[in-house]
């Protein structure tokens, strides 16, 4: 009787040290995942907080929604303006700038119809466009080659404006002039 007994106390000792090493390398692992964690929230909060958008991207110079070309026809209103544009550097860039101003003077009206704005340099706006202008309902056929504005009525092109002048004009005539 005294080998089993032996051999019990053996099998014991084994499970209580088999225990010990998995406690230590649950702990182990635990600590090591804590120590990352840390590491990683001290690194990666200073990089969040100190971010500042660039306000010279295209997405920050319009301060109405932007859309693509294939919902052009399908805003929730009856009427409103889409203003499509390319992205330019220089001189032509400043267009952008003096759409934006119109176009906030307009917004600024009790009466103002809402806004779009299209960024034709965008991927998703790429098939339509041409060499050539075509002005359609039917999206599929619809070709830009230039800045355009629309005046959108009841889910269809109701007037439209080539060109940069053309827009300007267009979106100087929309200011009241009795202010």
Request: net charge negative.
């Amino acid at each position: 009787m005294a080998k089993t007994v032996k051999k019990q106390e053996i099998k014991m000792e084994t499970n209580e040290y088999s225990f010990k090493n998995l406690m230590t390398i649950l702990i182990t692992i635990v600590v090591i995942f804590g120590i990352f964690y840390f590491i990683t929230t001290l690194v990666v909060k200073p990089i969040k907080e100190s971010y500042v958008p660039d306000m010279n991207d295209d997405e920050f110079e319009f301060k109405f929604d932007s859309i693509t070309l294939n919902h052009l026809l399908d805003r929730k209103e009856k009427e409103y303006y889409v203003i499509a544009t390319k992205s330019y550097q220089g001189s032509k860039a400043d267009y952008k700038v003096i759409f934006n101003e119109y176009i906030d003077k307009y917004l600024d009206e009790d009466d103002a119809k809402p806004f779009y704005s299209v960024n034709l340099s965008d991927t998703f706006n790429s098939e339509y466009m041409s060499d050539s202008v075509n002005i359609s309902n039917n999206l599929t056929k619809l070709k830009l080659n230039d800045n355009t504005l629309f005046k959108i009525k009841n889910g269809k092109i109701d007037k439209y404006y080539v060109g940069n002048k053309a827009i300007l004009d267009a979106l100087s005539s929309l200011i009241k002039t009795d202010k």
